[in-house]
Each structure stands twice: as structure tokens, then as C-alpha cells.
């Protein structure tokens, strides 16, 4: 009875180091990265490049996602709304609801399930098949020619999407709250124009997603680098990416939300 | 100037406290090709590894072109690696780029020199491997044969003054096998450079090599050319070239006494 309670014991505190051994190694590569990131801007080709993958091709399921959010908060919020006698207020209700918040965690999400998970792959690929290895034999360091274009250019793209993000969303609670529903069109507009604010709103989204952007970012490269170089180990470490990164945003998010409201 | 361009000496190496190198000295003379053989296991990948500065030893010296491997700093390994190629098992072919760019990738990222030297530069390369019709291919195009042979153009890309081959002949068909045993000989000498082959396949590598070191268990068991090594009487080598599957290295793994292990019930 002792000896196993002693065992489970030392079963979760073997967890907890190991956990906290795992941050540790990521916070390294980070400033790793961060210090090796002068070649993603001297040859700007490997970070546009990248931007491309993550970020361009990252569009389509940002802006087909945002239209349904925008057109669902669109009807949600009339529903609620009208109880109220303040129908009027949709269309400000649809922004600040996409600016602040939805945008920039519901475009981060999107953004590690589709170039997270592509990112950690791809990494945890070229470790597997020794790619990593042989750049690192023919003296080009793997972290300034693979990761840290792939970070700036993540780091780059997410404000661009969620601004994208935030823009289809209002077209969509356009579509319902106007056509669909018929609020008036100068109302919808009017109203939004008058409060939601560049200084306070907008900038307070922005921060957000770039927080996010490296949140995410830096997730996904590390899980794919610290992948065990076997088909397993890619599948587990892409796996984790999509958690890891889910539950980073929800976090960092509250965090962000608390100090920017007080 | 040394005669050798890599010299170990006393070499330990342990991965998990688990040791697996143990004691190994070794002599790489300039302008030759030496084979460093052994089964699966025994540490000869991980040799080629000391060489190339990816792990640090636990005790004793790997020398490359007169420097201590492990003393040198980032900065001065990556210095060192510019004067080494290296082809790996399977290639290690950047599989984004097309087989020019593979090539090319080591003279844009060491040199600055004009895109119109760097395309005759790599055509140069390609046709030295035959090749060259093939510059526009992806590596998921290529046969395994062609992958390693566009790796070869790669690691002689820049004129190593060393280059390491890690499983050349790994899953080839005897055609490309002898193609690859021909182009490691040509390349070797045609550049003056040194050679290390980490193989296990006896006949293609006493085919070409000048020296060969045997390792077993990470310790070196046995050392000559093709010609001592192939009468040699030692049994781990006698086993080893005549691909025996019972002596020194027995054919079962460790386990316990057959009938007493056949007679428990329980326990799998």
C-alpha cells in the first residue's frame, strides 16, 4: 500500500519535472530563434516565402469561417438585441464582439490547426528523414535557415488574418442583420463607426493576435523540432501542437483581457 | 601538416550512461578511403558523428585537420563543416527543393558567387554523378540509386577536403550499388580528398577501399587492408566477411535458459 502510493507519487512528481523540463528546453529555443532571426530579414525571400504557406494559404478557412461567425452573431445577438428595443446596436455589437475578441482566438485556433499542425509536420518530417542533420553538416544552422522564417512569418501573418478574420465577420452580421432581417443600413454602419474605437478596440485585437501569432508560432516549431525523429513521434507531436496551442490562447487571452480592461 | 587528416584517440562515448564507444583509436591519412564496418549497433555511425562535431565525446580526442572537434566553439565547428560533406543513409535530400537547388543550396548559402557560376557549378557536379538530365526532377521522383548519387553531388558540392558517407549502399539494387562504388573511388581521388565509408556491406566495400577498420560492440576489433582482412583467421572477422550467422556475435539475444523459460506458465 505505502510502496504504491510512494510510486504514484513519484509517477507525478517524474510528470512535473518532465513538464517543467519541456518548457524550459521551449523558452530556450525561443531565445534561440529570436537570436538566429537576422537572416529571416537579410534574405526577406525565406520569410515571404513562408508567408505564403502559413499565411496565404491559411486564408480560405479564416474567411469562410469568419462569414458563419459574423452571420451567427448577426442572428444571436438580434435575438437578444431586440428584446431590448436596441436592434439598432447589432452592428455594434457584431464588431466589438469580432474585433476584441472572436478575431483574433477564433483566427488563432484556425491558425494552429491548419499551419500549426502543417508547421510541426513538416519540421518533425525533416528531422525524421536526417534533413535537419545534413544542413547542420554542411555548417548552416537549421534554427536560422528553417525555423526563424517560419516564425516571423507566422508572427507576421496571424494579425493579418484576424484582421481579415474581423472584416468577413462584419460582412457576414451584415448580411443577416441588413438584407435578412432589415435593420436600417445607416444604422448598422453609423452606430458601429461611432463606438468602436482605433485606440482602444482595434489596437487591443491587434496586440492580441500578435501575442498569439508567437504563441502559436513558436508551439508548433518546437513540438516538430523536440519531435522524435519516427512516425509516432510527428503524429503525437502534431497532436500536441493543436492542444498545446488551443489552451495557450484561451490563457494568454485572459491574461491579455484582464490587464487591458483594468 | 599531419599526415592524417582525422585522428582519434582513446575515444569513449556514452548515451544514457549506456557506453557505447569504448576506447577507440583510429588513423584517417589523407587521399585514402577507409571503411569502418561492423553490425548494426556496434557504433560507427555515431563515430562519424564525433568526426562531425554533432556529439561531444565523453572522454578521449577526435583531431580533424589538426584541431580537438569538441574544443571548437559553434562558430569553429561550423568553419571545420564547410571543409566536410557528409551523405546519409537515405540521402537526407531537402525534399521542398527540386535536385538543382539541392545542390546549389550549399553554394548559395557558403558563397557569394553569381547565379551563372552557381548553375555551371552544379551542372558540373550533376554530370560528374550522371545526372545533370535530371536537375529539374523532385526527390520524390527520383529512384533511391539517383537520391543518393544527387546527395553525392551535394556533399562535394563545395570540394570537402573530407567527406563521410554513412550507409552508402543501404537498400540499393547491385546496379546502383556499383555505380555508388565507383563514384565514391572517382570522387575521392579526382578532388584529393579523404574518405570515411561507415558500411556493413563487405564485398562492395573491400571492392574499393584502402583500409578497414572492424568495429564491434565499440571497441575496434580488427584493423588491415581488404587483402589481410579477407584471410584473416581473427573469428569475429572470419564471421563478419563470411556473413556466418552463429560465433563471436551469437545468433540469439540474451535471454534466459530455454527449457526453464518454455516451463513457466505465467508471466510473458
Redesign the interface.
Given at each position: 500500500m505505502f510502496e504504491h502510493l510512494t510510486a504514484t507519487l513519484r509517477g507525478i512528481g517524474h510528470r512535473v519535472i518532465d513538464r517543467i523540463w519541456h518548457l524550459g528546453a521551449g523558452a530556450r529555443f525561443f531565445l534561440h530563434t529570436l537570436a538566429l532571426s537576422g537572416e529571416s530579414f537579410r534574405r526577406l525571400h525565406l520569410t515571404i516565402r513562408e508567408i505564403y504557406f502559413t499565411g496565404v494559404l491559411s486564408m480560405v478557412i479564416i474567411l469562410v469561417s469568419a462569414l458563419f461567425v459574423g452571420m451567427v452573431l448577426g442572428l444571436q445577438g438580434y435575438n437578444t438585441l431586440q428584446k431590448y428595443g436596441s436592434a439598432d446596436a447589432i452592428g455594434v455589437l457584431v464588431a466589438l464582439s469580432l474585433v476584441r475578441e472572436l478575431g483574433p482566438v477564433v483566427t488563432a485556433l484556425l491558425f494552429a490547426g491548419r499551419a500549426g499542425t502543417a508547421i510541426t509536420a513538416e519540421i518533425g518530417?525533416?528531422k525524421a528523414?536526417?534533413?535537419l542533420?545534413?544542413?547542420?553538416?554542411?555548417?548552416?544552422?537549421p534554427i536560422a535557415?528553417v525555423v526563424a522564417p517560419r516564425f516571423w512569418a507566422g508572427v507576421f501573418s496571424m494579425p493579418l488574418l484576424s484582421a481579415l478574420f474581423s472584416m468577413m465577420g462584419v460582412f457576414g452580421g451584415f448580411l443577416v442583420a441588413v438584407p435578412l432581417i432589415g435593420i436600417d443600413n445607416g444604422a448598422f454602419w453609423s452606430q458601429m463607426q461611432a463606438n468602436v474605437d482605433w485606440n482602444v478596440d482595434i489596437a487591443n485585437g491587434l496586440i492580441k493576435s500578435c501575442v498569439f501569432g508567437v504563441a502559436c508560432t513558436i508551439i508548433a516549431l518546437f513540438e516538430g523540432y523536440d519531435a522524435p525523429p519516427t512516425a509516432e513521434g510527428v503524429s503525437r507531436a502534431t497532436t500536441r501542437t493543436v492542444v498545446n496551442s488551443s489552451l495557450a490562447v484561451l490563457g494568454l487571452d485572459f491574461v491579455l483581457t484582464s490587464f487591458m480592461i483594468s | 601538416m599531419s599526415d592524417n587528416i582525422v585522428e582519434i584517440s582513446d575515444l569513449n562515448f556514452a548515451y544514457n550512461d549506456q557506453p557505447l564507444l569504448r576506447g577507440i583509436d583510429m588513423l584517417f591519412p589523407r587521399g585514402k578511403v577507409v571503411a569502418i564496418m561492423g553490425g548494426s549497433g556496434s557504433g560507427k555511425t555515431t563515430t562519424l558523428r564525433l568526426i562531425?562535431g554533432?556529439l561531444k565525446p565523453n572522454s578521449g580526442t577526435v583531431r580533424v585537420d589538426g584541431k580537438v572537434v569538441h574544443e571548437l566553439g559553434s562558430d569553429g565547428i561550423?568553419?571545420m563543416?564547410?571543409k566536410?560533406g557528409?551523405l546519409?543513409?537515405?540521402g537526407?535530400?531537402?525534399?521542398d527543393l527540386s535536385v538543382f537547388d539541392n545542390v546549389a543550396?550549399?553554394m548559395r548559402?557558403?558563397t557569394d558567387l553569381p547565379e551563372s557560376v552557381i548553375r555551371d557549378l552544379v551542372l558540373l557536379k550533376l554530370n560528374a554523378v550522371g545526372l545533370r538530365g535530371a536537375r529539374d526532377l523532385m526527390p520524390a521522383e527520383l529512384s533511391g540509386g539517383m537520391s543518393r548519387r544527387v546527395?553525392l553531388a551535394?556533399a562535394v558540392a563545395l570540394d570537402p577536403m573530407l567527406i563521410m558517407y554513412d550507409e552508402p549502399f543501404a537498400g540499393l539494387d547491385p546496379i546502383s550499388m556499383g555505380v555508388i562504388v565507383n563514384l565514391i573511388r572517382r570522387l575521392n581521388d579526382a578532388l584529393g580528398a579523404t574518405s570515411i565509408v561507415v558500411t556493413h556491406d563487405v564485398h562492395e566495400a573491400f571492392s574499393f577501399v584502402d583500409y578497414v577498420y572492424f568495429v564491434s560492440a565499440g571497441q575496434v576489433v580488427a584493423e588491415g587492408t581488404p587483402k589481410d582482412l579477407s584471410t584473416s583467421a581473427m573469428p569475429y572477422v572470419h564471421q563478419f566477411v563470411h556473413g556466418e550467422a552463429d560465433g563471436p556475435v551469437p545468433f540469439h539475444y540474451a535471454a534466459p535458459d530455454y527449457r526453464q523459460d518454455m516451463l513457466r506458465s505465467t508471466h510473458v
Open positions: 518530417l525533416m528523414t536526417e534533413q542533420s545534413a544542413m547542420e553538416m554542411m555548417a548552416v544552422s535557415r | 562531425g554533432q561550423y568553419k563543416r564547410r566536410m557528409m546519409f543513409q537515405f537526407a535530400l531537402f525534399t543550396f550549399p548559402e557558403h546527395a551535394r
